[in-house]
């Protein structure tokens, strides 16, 4: 039986830019398993070959070692491509380090990847952006109609994005996307200082050292699952009659960070290691209360409970930690 989410017979061929990325990867096995060819882009900043070494022996996976920035090397790998996802970025924590590259990635790379996708003549272009896009929310449960007033540099360049995506939409008729990430967590998240809380708690957990929170760990996130978000792309790429829409990605779940800490070190059973408070961070914000009512209405259900989640999240850090640390 073909699965509710499933692209099996829509599409033939689908491109994934960040394709050796966190949700990247997962998209590409998710494709792959429901027949699809699949052509990953990536260059490998923040991405890992081993995110997609399990797929390796897979014929119709290509992995392309390429950068969004170059238009010209990257839009011959769209050729016969029916469907892009547009998962490449410049994250969060690297636009403080360099925010002028920050802007090339998520705005300029973006800017490629529609033209090459407008050249190749393909159908559906989806759209990974973030919530971040909405800065200092005004009114809660943060609706897609609330203002986009991002006070970072990666929420200014993830809107950019935004943006152009509307733009090729509105000019070419193009059949494009959008959707707005929250705090996605699962396996194969970063777990360096530059990842996920989650894995980062994780991390520090396995090597018995206490979790750092900044703040009072009352800062409230709506986690949700990789696998969701997996669900959520193939959805909109299968539903026609949404071009130019925005769609919140929350789970609806509203779990404060000391309740993260908490639960991770229960799950190891290292409550001794303890939680060190540090000062809030430049521009925290403390409630993500977000509207998942959009994406409902098109049929999503999230059926990952949170605990599930980080369990598995936690027993894949917990084995694989030598490999990703
Ligand atoms: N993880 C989250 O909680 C979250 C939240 C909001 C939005 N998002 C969005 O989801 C998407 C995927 O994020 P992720 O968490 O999987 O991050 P990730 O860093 O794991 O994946 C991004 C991938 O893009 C690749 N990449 C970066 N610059 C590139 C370039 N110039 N050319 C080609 N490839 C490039 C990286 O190597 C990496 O593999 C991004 O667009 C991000 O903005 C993620």
Not at 2 to 10: E, I, N, P
Request: overall charge neutral.
């Amino acid at each position: 039986m073909v699965g509710k989410y499933s692209l099996r017979g829509v599409y033939k061929r689908a491109v994934v830019t960040g394709g050796a990325g966190f949700i990247g990867s997962h998209l590409v096995e998710s494709l792959l398993a429901d027949g699809l060819e699949v052509v990953s882009i990536d260059n490998y900043s923040t991405g890992k070959r081993s995110n997609l070494e399990h797929l390796s022996a897979e014929r119709r996976l290509r992995i392309v070692d390429c950068d969004i920035t170059d238009k010209a090397a990257v839009s011959p790998h769209l050729a016969g491509a029916d469907v892009v996802f547009h998962e490449a970025c410049s994250k969060m924590t690297m636009c403080l380090i360099d925010p002028a590259r920050d802007l090339e990635v998520n705005a300029q790379g973006t800017f490629n990847m529609l033209e090459a996708a407008r050249e190749h003549g393909v159908n559906k272009f989806v759209h990974a952006s973030t919530g971040s896009v909405y800065g200092v929310a005004q009114y809660y449960p943060t609706d897609e109609a609330h203002p986009v007033n991002p006070t970072s540099y990666y929420g200014v360049s993830k809107l950019a994005g935004e943006k152009y995506v509307r733009a090729f939409q509105h000019l070419y008729g193009m059949d494009a996307v959008i959707l707005r990430y929250f705090h996605v967590y699962g396996p194969r998240q970063e777990m360096g200082d530059l990842g996920g809380v989650t894995c980062i708690f994780g991390r520090r957990a396995v090597k018995n050292e206490p979790l750092i929170i900044f703040g009072d760990g009352s800062q409230v996130r709506s986690f949700t699952y990789v696998g969701d978000v997996v669900n959520i792309n193939k959805l909109v790429a299968r539903t026609s009659g949404i071009s130019g829409q925005a769609f919140n990605c929350a789970s609806g779940s509203r779990v404060t960070i000391k309740e993260l800490a908490d639960a991770v070190l229960a799950h190891y059973k290292k409550q001794h290691i303890g939680i060190e408070y540090r000062d809030w961070k430049i521009g925290d914000i403390k409630v993500f209360d977000v509207s998942n009512a959009r994406i409902k209405e098109l049929g999503m259900e999230f059926t990952m409970p949170f605990k599930d989640g980080l369990a598995m999240t936690l027993d894949w850090l917990a084995k694989d930690i030598g490999k990703y640390a």
